[in-house]
């Protein structure tokens, strides 16, 4: 069978790739991404899947609106009205199959072959996967510690068909950091000058637990601006549920026609269990508690990486998410630090695949989410041995 170059260009996930070889029982993994299953509101889910369907009956397993559930879009909208006083209104708001899907239908709307996507370097995995399938250019922007560098953005802008340029604002995958509140209005400024898109990926900015929550960098100011967002690291990723918010009617209307062609609409069953679940519980109360569990598990880190690492390792410090991500300046790689790791039963992700440009490096992300902070401090201990 001959195949697509598409699919023989676009990388195979190497985190689900190593999550093979780092699963078994005796390794201390911090390899994952995944939301800690502490944190599944399990017995309140239940509640609202018996009540939904008590309420809706039929409606839960027919066909539904490619948009999304109504009321569920209502909800995310008045939230972005009184969280970040920003005009959005349910017709902004599009559901789709977890905030992957809103990136794989962006490529799809956006982009033609060879046309350019600026992305920050390190950047997130998935979306590097799922651009790649519409075959873009990737004009790479080097992620500082407070945001991405302007010079290169700037040059990265004036390259031929740039059509949008993505960012994670809040505790960046791989690299846990934050975009500064001066870097954001920098950002904001430079982009009001081209007539490209900005999308502003959010997954995790819900779970910070240090420091202000800041505005969003083009939401409510760019003519272009894209927001996603997600449920998948604050109620349950298996629901596979996140959302497209923008105020481009045009725009709206393309992820339409792509969504239609992709799945027809996202699972309508999930939507109404977790608007249900959304109306009838105190959601907040239960962010807090995944704030508090995801805090001591990264000071656990911290403090283990102050203890164990040599002085030539530079972590970052997150206010939030689930990531810390450390860099080696004595230029040792990451794969072969990996290989060295396994050997002692610690896993970690090597920073390779978050390069769009760059391979053999010296970076690599470590989850904390997932392991007792006892595990995470022998873990870290077994790590600075090998560093
Ligand atoms: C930055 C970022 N965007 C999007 C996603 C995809 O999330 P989901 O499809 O579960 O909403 C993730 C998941 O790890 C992520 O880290």
Known sequence: MQFSEKILNTPSSFIRNILKVTDSEDVISFAGGLPNPISFPIEALK???????????????????????????????????RVHGLDIHADDVFITTGSQQALELLGKVLINKGDGIVIEEPGYLGAIQAFTLSEPTFHGVTLENDGLNLEELEKALQQPNVKFVYTVPNFQNPTGLTYSKEKRQQICEIMSKYDVALIEDDPYGELRFQGEPLPYI??????????????????????????????????????????????????????YVIYDYLANNDYMEHVQKIIALYKNQADAMLNAMEEFFPAHVDYTRPEGGMFIWATMNNGASSVDVFQKAMEQKVAFVPGDPFYTSKTDVNTMRLNYTNATPEVIREGIKRLGSIL
């Open 218 to 271: 083009g939401a409510g100011k760019l003519e272009h601006s894209i927001l996603l967002g997600s449920f998948s690291k604050t109620v349950t990723p298996g629901m596979r549920l996140g959302f497209i918010i923008t105020k481009n009617k045009e725009l709206l209307q393309h992820i339409e026609t792509a969504k239609q062609a992709t799945d027809l609409h996202t699972n309508i069953f999930a939507q």
């Open 47 to 81: 509640a609202s899947a018996n009540h939904a369907i008590t309420e809706n009956g039929s409606r839960l397993f027919q066909y539904s609106s490619t948009q999304g559930y109504a009321p569920l879009r209502e909800y995310i909208a008045a939230k972005y009205r």
